[in-house]
């Protein structure tokens, strides 16, 4: 079109709008002009415009969200679309993911840190660990279903007992049975499959003749699984044979409860019907104190085990010894009785005679036989006074060997006792363990209910302790904790006790001790610790703990002021460790 006069070329373009068919939009008004007037056409890309829109809607929580939008304007307005579509789809990633996070992964690990480190009674550390785990396991390739089920797993760790699920059992992800890509592939899986079952699984059944049975069945079958067809006619026994090994688990499980309370019955039998008997009291607790492990281990069993053998055959030879004294001591009052008898006997005899010679004095008129009757009774006298002299000698002697045998007896019943106090001492360290805290805190309570006297509790853990381990070793790491423990009982007062409360876990309890010097007693400590070095493989360290300490309350329990004293032991902690916090200055 050679015109240029704009109303000739806009009724030009109506023309052309009609004869093709285009509705009279503005853009389609705008495009047919400018074919008209051969110019170009100076506007934005439409199609750039909405998208930019759409995507500017979408929140930008993060920070590489938002350079990645600024990017993407500066990409539009230059006109360099070949960038457009890969930034576009770092923006969505950025944002999607940030909006599927339950919680923020900085945050996250700062709450699992802070519940990994919090004791909890009836939470031990071994069951955060299994489950922490099994997350791990089944979640590690997919960030935002973990960052989901850690959140969950955090939820139920700081639930409060009443409420906390039974434990967190992850399912396993669903996953997509893909078929193998080649007959290699699946004969590979196939051939793990079947190690597994055999030899992780079978060796376990061997008291279950049914279920190896049944486990032989399925390997078997399971070597003739070729394709899909065959898996998915498998997968029912399969799933089948583990239902059947599940419930006897379950049969197991509530076997092992069944036994372990009726010893705990026969236990409380044996200690009421031998309360007189301390040797075996210290048994019994220590029995009853393992069966209140939850859940029972083999290595708490062997433990006890050993300490318990070591104490019976201490306590057999000291038994043995204590009733040969015994049966000497009854040898020596039955002399010493029969010597009684023998000397009534004696004096009966002499009397009798005495009497005799007292009747001949008066019948006898003539004077020559009194001489004869005074000798007799002079012999009489003399033999009487014999048998009295070697009579009072023995009883003497037999006094003498009763006071011994009575000394005797004393010693291997003390001895007898302190071999029994072998079971309330931590085999590594030579600190009281669990039960003897138990006891010694509760003898303490109750003198300080009666008395009103101050009684003051530190909560110690070393610090870095798994890192020694990890770097020298666990031989190292247990003579450190011996060192530790010398050092704590050379610097204490006879009254306190030291006790290994679990691990690198230690409670100092101070009678008569109110909080102001127990902290004071607790840093003492700390500096004598630094004053000189413990040798790890020739390197020289510094063994240092951070603490908790508090007072008990009247009425509190032992697991409420220890609670209290891990709280602000855990408050040390986070302080910068080698450190002491009092539970009375933190809040309730």
Request: charged letters at 25%.
């Amino acid at each position: 079109m050679t015109t240029q006069n704009p109303i000739e070329v806009a009724r030009e373009t109506l023309k052309q709008l009609s004869m093709r068919k285009l509705l009279p939009t503005p853009e389609n008004f705008e495009r047919v002009y400018h074919e008209l007037t051969q110019t170009p056409m100076a506007r934005d890309n439409k199609l750039a415009v909405l998208l930019l829109r759409a995507l500017e809607t979408l929140p930008q929580e993060s920070v590489q969200s938002k350079v990645t939008l600024t990017r993407l304007k500066q990409v539009l307005d230059e006109n360099r679309w070949e960038q457009a579509p890969q930034l576009i789809i770092d923006f969505l990633r950025s944002t999607f993911a940030t909006q599927q996070l339950a919680q923020s992964w900085g945050l996250l690990l700062q709450n699992l840190i802070k519940s990994w480190e919090t004791r909890q009674s009836d939470l031990p550390q071994h069951h955060k660990q299994s489950a922490l785990e099994r997350v791990l396991i089944n979640y590690g390739n997919q960030p935002e279903e973990l960052n989901q089920k850690l959140v969950a797993l955090l939820q139920n760790w700081n639930a409060a007992p009443s409420a906390r699920e039974a434990g967190p059992e992850p399912e396993a992800p669903a996953q997509a049975a893909a078929p193998a890509e080649t007959s290699d592939s699946w004969q590979s899986w196939q051939r793990t499959l079947t190690f597994a079952l055999k030899h992780g699984l079978e060796p376990r059944l061997a008291s279950y003749p049914d279920l190896v049975d049944g486990l032989e069945g399925l390997l078997k079958e399971l070597d003739g699984v070729a394709d899909d067809v065959a898996l998915n006619a498998f997968m029912p026994k399969l799933r089948a044979f583990m239902i059947k090994l599940e419930l006897q688990s379950q049969q197991e499980g509530r076997l092992t409860s069944g036994l372990a309370s009726l010893l705990r019955l026969m236990l409380d039998n044996v200690a009421e019907l031998n309360r007189s008997d301390e040797y075996l009291l210290g048994q019994v607790d220590s029995l009853q104190e393992l069966l209140a492990h939850e859940p029972l281990s083999m290595q708490h069993i062997y433990q006890l085990e050993t300490s318990l053998k070591e104490v019976i055959r201490k306590q057999g030879m000291l038994k043995s010894s204590l009733d040969e004294a015994a049966s000497s001591l009854r040898a020596l009052l039955d002399r010493f009785v029969s010597r009684l008898a023998m000397m009534t006997d004696s004096t009966d005899e002499f009397h009798s005679k005495i009497q005799a010679h007292s009747e001949k004095l008066k019948q006898t008129p003539n004077v020559d036989e009194l001489s004869g009757i005074i000798g007799a009774l002079m012999e009489d006298t003399s033999v009487m006074q014999l048998d009295l002299t070697r009579s009072r000698d023995e009883l003497v002697s037999a006094k003498e060997q009763v006071e011994a045998a009575e000394h005797r007896i004393s010693e291997l019943e003390s001895a007898l006792e302190a071999a029994s106090a072998k079971v309330k001492e931590d085999q590594l360290t030579g600190a009281y363990n669990r039960r003897g805290l138990a006891e010694y805190f509760q003898r303490e309570i109750g003198r300080a209910e009666r008395t009103a006297a101050p009684l003051s509790v530190a909560l110690i853990d070393v610090d870095n302790f798994k890192q020694l381990n990890d770097r020298y070793g666990h031989l190292a790491g247990d003579d450190a904790l011996k060192y530790l423990v010398d050092t704590i009982k050379h610097s204490l007062r006879p009254a306190d006790i030291v006790a290994r409360f679990g691990g690198e876990e230690f409670v100092i309890l101070m009678p008569d001790t109110p909080e102001t010097e127990a902290i004071q007693t607790v840093q003492r400590l700390q500096r004598e610790l630094t004053k000189t070095f413990f040798l790890a493989n020739n390197d020289k360290l510094l063994i240092t703990f951070s603490a908790g300490v508090a007072r008990w309350h009247l009425g509190e329990q032992e697991s409420d002021v220890l609670e209290r004293a891990d709280h602000a032991m855990y408050q040390a902690k986070i302080n910068g460790k080698n450190r002491v916090c009092s539970a009375e200055d933190m809040p309730s």
